[in-house]
């Protein structure tokens, strides 16, 4: 026999009623007072309430129990399939009458059931859309989400950044730092760095690490006017030290560049340990070149695998070249082929490398020239610095292919005007010269 509505204590009701009225703390206690007691329908409910934290981050304190916690109980829970949510349901819906229709905290809450519980996207966004229209801050926000990521409605980017806005607008600090990153990206409106650096202020003032990290970033490039790196530091040791693993990078990049070594080691291993793949090839970095740490070439070929099987470049061609110091070549040459498909043009100048000069393999002039004309075919801010690999060595038949198709002519021409004639560098450009289609700039040379 189902119980009315009426005759339980209403632990919820009266949690959710606190809310409404912004008696944050006070709805927090009311919940928390029955998860203590071992309730675990309200235990649920606090999970919807953290879920509502973003109104005023500092009301939770470290000692509650964590989301993730919660949440486990609230899976252990789902599987015990003793009609617990379906109880809990009928008793949310039935407080409607205690809140009166109009109450967009009771939307919210069955739009947020609806999505985590659930994850019926379709019923989460009808019910969203319906309290966003009562002026719910976390409901616009969580509305402008769901058009940006097309959960439940059709995506559209104009109408989540519009949406992201409205709710900025109240205060929401999860709006204000989507919508900045809407304004910083031009996801659904037009790039304006200046505005976007303005909402990340709001938000990062309110302790919002992703807004911390990104307006650093932001303040270090100068996107904002002159770059004030010391100001950037700042947010993000902030942001660093809340465990935004962006902002760990960041912050120990910039330790590096002041010389602070081991200080930035220490970041770089924990943004990588939280899995951000950057990071785990500049630990990889640190340990193959002792800066910050002693030398471990056996710990910097595990962090740059790692790195690797998130496809980044950098890490794939270190593997590459572990590899060939092993003179392990099929692993050397899969590596290589693997990074040169992420559009890395120095595994193919590599490739063409051990193909023309016969690096633990036969001679192949006809491979080793496909992969030089590839590496000159990338973009051309890149000409220069593949010029400056290819005069490193001895391989004439790599420079030539590079004076022959590489686009950045300016690049070479000031190449070219940096050396002297009787350098090394500068008597193979001359062979090269000569084997090539003569320009103007040969002809400088070959006076």
């Known amino acids: 026999m189902e119980t009315p509505a009426s005759s339980w204590e209403d632990p919820l009701v009266r949690s959710l009623q606190a809310y409404d009225k ?64 379906e109880v809990f349901m009928k008793r949310l819906l039935s407080s ?113 690490a992703a807004a911390q990290s990104n307006l650093g970033s932001m303040l270090r490039e100068g996107d904002l006017g002159l770059p004030r790196p010391d100001e950037a530091m700042r947010l993000f040791q902030l942001a660093a030290e809340q465990g935004n693993e962006i902002a760990q990078f960041n912050l120990a990049f910039s330790l590096e560049t002041l010389g602070n070594n081991s200080e930035a080691f220490k970041w770089y291993l924990t943004a990588a340990k939280q899995g951000y793949t950057e990071a785990m090839t500049a630990v990889g970095i640190c340990y193959d070149s002792g800066i910050g740490i002693e030398l471990d070439q056996h710990e910097a070929l595990k962090w740059f695998q790692q790195a690797a099987e998130n496809d980044d470049v950098v890490a794939t061609y270190n593997c590459g070249i572990y590899a060939h110091q092993k003179h392990l070549i099929k692993e050397t040459i899969e590596w290589m082929k693997k990074a040169a498909a992420l559009g890395y043009p120095r595994a193919m100048m590599y490739l063409g490398e051990i193909h023309s000069l016969g690096k633990d393999l036969p001679v192949d002039h006809s491979e080793a020239r496909k992969w030089f004309i590839l590496a000159a075919r990338q973009p051309a801010e ?57 320009t103007e700039t040969d002809t400088i040379f070959l006076v």
């Open 96 to 208: 409607f009458d205690s809140f009166g229709i109009q109450s967009s905290t009771a939307k919210l809450f069955y739009a947020l059931w609806m999505e985590h519980v659930y994850r019926d996207t379709n019923e989460s966004a009808k019910w969203f859309r319906a309290a966003a229209r009562d002026g719910n801050d976390v409901a616009l926000c969580s509305l402008a989400t769901a058009y940006l990521k097309g959960s439940g409605v059709d995506q559209d980017m104009i109408e989540a950044c519009r949406l992201y806005h409205q709710a900025a607008i109240k205060g929401n600090i999860v709006a204000c730092y989507n919508y900045a990153v809407c304004l910083d990206n031009g996801d659904g409106c037009p790039v304006d760095k200046i505005e976007a650096g303005k909402w990340y202020k709001i938000a990062a003032d309110q302790g919002d």
């Open 382 to 438: 890149r000409d220069c610095d593949l010029l400056q690999i290819a005069l490193s060595g001895d391989n004439l038949e790599e420079l030539q292919i590079l004076l022959c198709n590489t686009g950045a002519e300016t690049a070479k021409k000031e190449l070219l005007h940096d050396l002297t004639y009787s350098s090394k560098p500068a008597q193979m450009i001359i062979r090269a010269i000569q084997h090539t289609t003569h």
């Open 22 to 85: 912004g008696l944050f703390a006070e709805s927090r206690v009311i919940l928390k007072q029955e998860v203590l007691k071992g309730d675990p329908e309200n235990l649920i409910g606090l999970l919807v309430i953290r879920n509502l934290r973003r109104v005023c981050p500092k009301v939770f304190e470290p000692s509650e129990p964590t989301e993730d916690q919660i949440v486990k109980t609230v899976l252990r829970l789902a599987e015990s399939r003793k009609g617990l949510y």
